[in-house]
């Protein structure tokens, strides 16, 4: 059975559960990406849906979007905590809210087509312009 990792926002309101089992991680540099997290980018795993669990604070969420497809924020202090992908079936977990350290690591850049023209990529990782096939 896989590790658990934890994971949290800001304030701690919202505390999360997820095995540490994520199928694909990501660096993302689409606009959305960006204004959600107000970053250069997003470093995002993805994972199953049912193996990430709220350990506490399920009533403090702040979802954005429907229900299959969202941003889940806390609802005090705005974390982007993960988004609801691919017909509600994963999460896309903003990496930099977890606690413990996961297995994986990012393994591309995606959406580089449209990056923030004042970030400079300077690793060596394969890049994308918009989501691999
Ligand atoms: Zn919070
Ligand atoms: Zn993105």
């Given at each position: ?23 694909y991680?990501?660096?993302c ?32 969420l ?72």
């Amino acid at each position: 059975m896989a590790k658990t990792l934890a994971g949290k926002c800001y304030c701690g309101a919202v505390h999360y559960e997820v095995a540490d089992a994520f199928r694909y991680a990501m660096n993302c540099h689409c606009s959305n990406c960006r204004r959600t997290t107000g970053s250069a980018f997003k470093p995002f795993a993805g994972i199953e849906r049912d193996k990430l669990a709220i350990t506490q604070g399920a009533d403090s969420l702040m979802i954005y979007g429907e229900e299959t497809k969202n941003n889940t924020h806390c609802a005090r202090c705005g974390s982007l905590l993960y988004s609801v992908v691919r017909d509600g079936a994963y999460v896309h977990v903003a990496m930099g809210t977890l606690v413990d350290a996961p297995s994986i690591r990012p393994s591309r850049h995606i959406f580089v087509g449209s990056k923030a023209p004042w970030f400079t990529i300077t690793d060596d990782l394969p890049q994308h312009d918009a989501f691999p096939s």
